[in-house]
């Protein structure tokens, strides 16, 4: 561009036309003559030394390596994860054996039944012929239950008095086991009890020998549970007043503060005499009762 300005303008200014000529004709500005003569050279910043850029290579390296060795670490705890745990028992996890089983003649006695369980397995007694499968058990137990309920406290007596009969022979029979039951066979006992998640057997304390009597009032409370107006209300159940059994120590408060002094006599004197014979097997308590007086 500059070359054709120069042919075609220059020739045309006598006063320029030599020095101009001289200018386009030199070596220098043939060899800029594609390049404005009055621009600035653009300076190209110095390059930066070799330790810095090695600096910067390895920094840019180490990021690399990072990134790329993170999904291979994750990688490994999912296949770890998804493995399979051994099933081997570790040596901490190795469950102990079950505590033996005690022998029956080394156990307490039972306790006895109540009066419907006592009906009901005379009655399995009876018609253990027709007893095949449990469907015939469970039928007769249906069976046994409206029978029951429909009996009157009449017919109900005879079983509520063999069940006091034999909560007698229970009591005799569990205070004759604690006097001959080691200390041994009770942790026996306890530990197969825990095992099979009952409860267990505390032995009594040595004063329960001679326990202390009970009052005139607890007395009467017996005696009414065993009438027929405290089984009826046992056998009604939870009402909305309260449970069976509180409702029969309440219908009992209610009778003996009606009672006069001669209805309570028998019971006063009844505790009297135990009482009196409880202080006589006792003259430890009696001396410090005495003392403290």
Known sequence: MLSLFARHVVP???????????????SAFAATRRTFFTTRRIELPAAASKSASTKTMKKTTKKTTATKSTPRKAKATT???SKPKSTAPSKKTVERPPPK?????EQPPSRPPNAYLLYFSKLVQERRSDIKTTM???????????????FTL???????????VLKKQYEEKLHDYWKTASPKTVRKINARRKHDGR????R???????????????RFIEMFRQSDDGRAIQEAGTTAAGRGAVNVVRAAGEQWRAMSASDKAPYMEAYQKAHNDWQA?????????????
Not at 136 to 150: F, I, L, R, S
Not at 281 to 293: E, L
């Open 199 to 202: 409860n267990k057997i505390h």
């Open 101 to 105: 089983r005690v022998p029956k003649s």
């Open 154 to 164: 009449a017919e109900k007596q005879p079983y509520y008095n063999e069940v006091e």
């Open 79 to 81: 296949e770890a994860k």
């Open 204 to 218: 009594p304390h040595q004063e329960n020998d001679y326990k202390r009597p009970k009052g005139p009032f607890f």
């Open 281 to 293: 097997n006792h003259p430890s308590k009696n001396a410090s009762t005495s003392a403290s007086s």
């Open 136 to 150: 015939d058990t469970q039928d007769m137990a249906k069976e046994a239950a409206v029978t029951w309920n429909n």
């Open 12 to 26: 045309n200014l006598p006063v320029l036309r030599t020095n101009v000529s001289s200018v386009l004709t030199s």
